[in-house]
């Protein structure tokens, strides 16, 4: 490993620089996933929808069946008053007649409870759908709002971002060529993280005990020492 004087406190300032770094970027990509869009307003957009369509439909066979029922109406005093007419003598018509008036009474019958009960369904759904529309008008308020803010905080980030950027890059100026490979390198290999401080007599990384000549040399000496269990470049915080 390399030597020299600056290296100590050049890598804890890396080191410090990339945990924030990369608190930040993570940051960033949530904050992106979080404004596509709200999962919570699209069930609701769905659920109006539905209720709507469910509400027109009810509505229309209400409609037909009204309909139904008013020419059924015509038909059977149409019916009654030939009856009444005196026009048919044969018993037998008049007896047809009769009965076809009584089938078209109870088909009218059963026409208009079907009605009724559509009546009271439009009823219970346009209060339902009445009351979802209220929700989806607040979900949706809030929802602006909430992209708002994701988006002022992705316009800080950003910039913490960029600065950060710039701050490692004046960083990596200051480390030597095979120093800074190490840094990578360690980093790439070690899930982001190259440098461990430690902690008393731990490395604050992997929790290992670290002998007393190595501790004496990572704080007496400029030489970079490595824990010798997860192999991080061990430092000691200033
Ligand atoms: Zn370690």
Known sequence: MGKDVNAKAALLKMHEIDSLYDKVRRRILRLNKAAEGSTELETLREEVDSIDQELQGTRTEQQDLELESR??????????????????????????LQSSIDSMKEHRTDLE????????????????????????????????????????EFEQR????LYLKRAREQVAEM??????????????????????LLEDEICGACHTQVAVGILN????????????????????EV
């Open 71 to 96: 020419s059924l109406t015509e038909r059977i005093r149409e019916s009654e008053s030939s009856l009444m007419s005196g026009e048919l003598s044969n018993p037998r018509e008049l007896e047809a």
């Open 175 to 196: 480390l030597s060529q095979e120093n800074l490979e190490m840094y990578e390198h360690l980093r790439r290999r070690k899930n982001g993280v190259a440098v461990a």
């Open 158 to 161: 950003k910039k913490e971002y």
């Open 113 to 152: 409870n079907r009605s009724v009960e559509r009546l009271v369904m439009v009823d219970s759904l346009q209060a339902t759908l009445e009351n979802k529309q209220n929700n989806l008008v607040r979900v949706e308020e809030e929802w602006t709002n909430r992209k708002n803010a994701l988006e002022t």
């Open 217 to 236: 040399n990572i704080r007496y000496s400029d030489e970079l020492l490595s824990c010798p269990s997860c192999g991080r470049i061990l430092l000691t």
